[in-house]
């Protein structure tokens, strides 16, 4: 499963406590809890991108970093 479009109207970075627009879209699985084809994500802003995805990617969780514009436009399963 894949998620879809984000919801929100105005997505926000996810980083803790950052009230910044999100540009980034980071798509992540846990393979230990997760299906392989499962894809969680997180938003990010400028500012946390390169955060969030080290954070993500020393646990080999970060499949794919795309920016919020493209994540939005391509047709995704829901």
Do not use: Y
């Amino acid at each position: 499963m894949i998620n879809g479009p984000v919801s929100e109207e105005n997505p926000i970075c996810s980083a803790k406590g950052c009230r910044a627009d999100a540009v980034w879209v980071l798509a992540w699985n846990n393979p230990k809890v997760h299906a392989p084809e499962r894809r969680k994500t997180w938003l990010a802003c400028e500012e946390h991108r390169e955060h969030l995805s080290q954070f993500l990617g020393v646990r080999g969780f970060l499949k794919d970093v795309v920016l919020l514009d493209d994540w939005e436009s391509e047709d995704r399963p829901s």
